[in-house]
């Protein structure tokens, strides 16, 4: 659903610790390392999607 982007890992070099980058519909993700995951969503219904294909509690989540 959301391929990931063509950006370098940051930190560069950075074999323990990266940062990626996702874009979906109507959706961009950051993932640090799987320590957190952050989303943005372009609409509601893009940030909707993500909620309920990544289980978890989500902060400021008011559904």
Sequence with gaps: MCPALPFPAYPAG???Y????????DVLL???DGM????R????D????VRHLIPGDWLN???
């Design 14 to 16: 950075g074999e323990d």
């Design 46 to 49: 893009g940030l909707e999607r």
């Design 61 to 63: 989540d008011c559904r």
């Design 41 to 44: 969503g372009r609409t509601e």
């Design 18 to 25: 990266a940062t990626r980058w996702f874009l979906g519909p």
């Design 36 to 39: 957190a995951i952050l989303a």
């Design 30 to 32: 950051r993932d640090d």
